[in-house]
């Protein structure tokens, strides 16, 4: 008997708008989302966002807007240059787009959230 196994998606997901640190011969990362483990559902969602310029409103039946509003972040290292620019959506610490991919992939060391007011909130360090 063939057993089913029930895939596990992350409480959250994020994608990346801006790629601030754009180098000769490398591929911008606009449109990278993760984590590994991502619903695929809110991939979709955060590319329409990002890529097709599509309204959120559309994506609301799927629970992610429901837990803590969409926001944008930027990552940057320790000398505050701005690597990317992003938003993330779900069931999040605030640390994750960070951890998941802005230390590995480029070493950026620090993340902020755009508040309500259009304020940089405070810094964020990786873990």
């Not at 993330?88 to 902020?112: K, M, R, S, V």
Request: proline share 6%; hydrophobic share 35%; charged share 25%.
């Amino acid at each position: 008997m063939k057993s089913e196994t029930k895939q596990t998606y992350a409480p959250y997901g994020w994608i990346i708008s801006e790629d601030m640190i754009p180098l000769e011969g490398k591929k911008s990362e606009v449109g990278i989302a993760g984590p590994a483990n991502i619903d695929p559902a809110l991939e979709e969602c955060l590319k329409d966002k990002v890529v097709n310029r599509v309204d959120w409103t559309a994506y609301h039946s799927l629970g992610y807007f429901n837990q803590k509003p969409i926001a944008k972040f930027r990552m940057s290292d320790a000398d505050g240059e701005i690597y990317y620019v992003g938003y993330i959506a779900g069931d999040y610490e605030g640390n994750e787009p960070l951890d998941d991919f802005g230390t590995p992939n480029a070493g950026a060391i620090y993340i902020q959230f755009l508040d309500k007011d259009g304020q940089w909130s405070s810094t964020i360090e990786a873990n």
